[in-house]
T-cell receptor, first 114, second 110 residues
Framework: EADIYQTPRYLVIGTGKKITLECSQT?????MYWYQQDPGMELHLIHY???????EKGDLSSESTVSRIRTEHFPLTLESARPSHTSQYLC?????????????FGEGSRLTVL | GQNIDQPTEMTATEGAIVQINCTYQ??????LFWYQQHAGEAPTFLSY????GLEEKGRFSSFLSRSKGYSYLLLKELQMKDSASYLC???????????FGQGTELSVKP
């Protein structure tokens, strides 16, 4: 059973607010990811990390930032939220190596910006 | 980019067999993964192929041909609960990242 947790599950905020979506995993996985997914649409990789102090941008341009100070924690921050940021954000983790594509996902954070 | 193509939607009958195809760009390929995603939920891992051939896992099997950049997911003895989106995802060497296709929405009808 996957042990990866995201908070908040649901968030409704006004334009211009700063928000942080939290993601924590207890599996000791080196690699962590943030994907963005609109309803019925594909997952887009926005950030990933190989380990502590490593962060990379994904394929989808995003105004969010991430940090990886501890292995188990990979928060995503939006400095100034806009309605275009309304989406579901999925955090995932995996081991290194050839099975690094076997991702364990959190339940997601559904963000609505008014 | 890494073009991953799969049909947008498919319909099948309960108890039948369905095959979902996926093609991808082969450069930098390092493994192919299939995921299932029910509406409103996160994806869950189904299967993994890194070498050519068929991998069987209960009612689900996945096939890979690396030279053709082609994979398929085979679902047997379909059940209503198999109605979901099936995502083909490719693990690429460059950056060690997993890229998802747009998913195939499978509807299983009685």
């Amino acid at each position: 059973e996957a042990d990866i947790y995201q908070t908040p599950r649901y968030l409704v905020i006004g334009t211009g607010k700063k928000i942080t979506l939290e993601c924590s995993q207890t599996m000791g996985h080196d690699k962590m990811y943030w994907y963005q997914q609109d309803p019925g649409m594909e997952l887009h990789l926005i950030h990933y990390s190989y380990g502590v102090n490593s962060t990379e941008k994904g394929d989808l341009s995003s105004e969010s930032t991430v940090s990886r100070i501890r292995t188990e924690h990979f928060p995503l921050t939006l400095e100034s939220a806009r309605p275009s940021h309304t989406s579901q954000y999925l955090c995932a983790s995996s081991v290194r190596g050839s099975r690094g594509g076997e991702l364990f996902f959190g339940e997601g954070s559904r963000l609505t910006v008014l | 980019g890494q073009n991953i193509d799969q049909p947008t939607e498919m319909t099948a009958t309960e108890g039948a067999i369905v095959q979902i195809n996926c093609t991808y760009q082969t450069s930098g390929f390092n493994g192919l993964f299939w995921y299932q995603q029910h509406a409103g939920e996160a994806p869950t891992f189904l299967s993994y192929n890194v070498l050519d051939g068929l991998e069987e896992k209960g009612r689900f099997s996945s096939f890979l041909s690396r030279s053709k950049g082609y994979s398929y997911l085979l679902l047997k003895e379909l059940q209503m609960k198999d109605s979901a989106s099936y995502l083909c995802a490719v693990f690429y060497n460059q950056g060690g990242k997993l890229i998802f296709g747009q998913g195939t929405e499978l509807s299983v009808k009685p």
